[in-house]
């Protein structure tokens, strides 16, 4: 049981340049979240999706899209990246009010 | 619109000192609390969670944290601080889960605690 799988742990990009950050749960939960987590603000929701098929935006979606086409992955693309996405993106799933997170995927765009 | 104020970025003990760690929040409805903790270059662990009943709580690693909805606070609390309790630590509001909530958190700014030998 793995739990939150994120992948890649690291990457770097040129500004433009496109990615897609992959997360899987093997804990067979409904719903899914992408958080970005930037120094003094904590985490900050990105979009969401309660099954497979289905994602909603949450606090700050602009720049990311996101794919659920399987029950146990959940994808975020950056279609042309900016420095301003600079970040640490953190995916969780959830059961029972409880959130489990992933390790973390560590962004830099120059 | 939910939100939560974590007062202090940075909070300092010595060993074996008490720890708090402060925590208020804004909801409109009865919320959901948690606080999570993050080890360096971890992902975010669940320390514990109010939801119903009982407003003192008991989590992992002899943390607690009592809900009191008259101050909108949720405060963390360690009686003894130990070397391995430096961490960041997160506190986090939910609405009741269902609806059109589907669990969503919205999270404090973060809390680092230093732990002095």
């Known amino acids: 049981n793995a739990g939150v799988t994120q992948t890649p742990k690291f990457r770097v990009l040129k500004t433009g340049q496109s990615m897609t950050l992959l997360c899987a749960q093997d804990?067979?939960?409904?719903?899914m979240y992408w958080y970005r987590q930037d120094p003094g603000m904590g985490l900050r929701l990105i979009h969401y999706?309660?099954?497979?098929?289905?994602?909603a935006k949450g606090e700050v979606p602009d720049g990311y899209n996101v794919s659920r086409l399987k029950k146990q992955n959940f994808l975020l693309g950056l279609e042309s990246a900016a420095p301003s996405q600079t970040s640490v993106y953190f995916c969780?799933?959830?059961?029972?009010?409880?959130?489990?997170f992933g390790p973390g995927t560590r962004l830099t765009v120059l | 619109a939910q939100s939560v104020t974590q007062l202090g970025s940075h909070v300092s003990v010595s060993e074996g000192a008490l720890v708090l760690l402060r925590c208020n929040y804004s909801?409109?409805?009865?919320?959901?609390l948690f606080w999570y903790v993050q080890y360096p270059n971890q992902g975010l662990q669940l320390l514990l969670k109010?939801?119903?009943?009982?407003?003192l709580v008991k989590g992992i690693n002899g943390f607690e944290a009592e809900f009191k909805k008259s101050e909108t606070s949720f405060h963390l609390t360690k009686p003894s601080a130990h070397m391995s309790d430096a961490a960041e630590y997160f506190c986090?509001?939910?609405?009741?889960?269902?609806?059109?909530?589907?669990?969503?958190?919205?999270f404090g700014q973060g809390t680092i605690l230093t732990v002095h030998p």
């Open positions: 804990m067979n939960h409904e719903y």
């Open positions: 999706s309660v099954g497979e098929g289905t994602t």
């Open positions: 109010y939801t119903t009943g009982a407003t």
């Open positions: 909801s409109s409805v009865p919320p959901y």
């Open positions: 986090a509001v939910s609405d009741q889960a269902g609806g059109t909530s589907y669990g969503k958190l919205t």
């Open positions: 969780a799933s959830s059961h029972s009010d409880t959130q489990y």
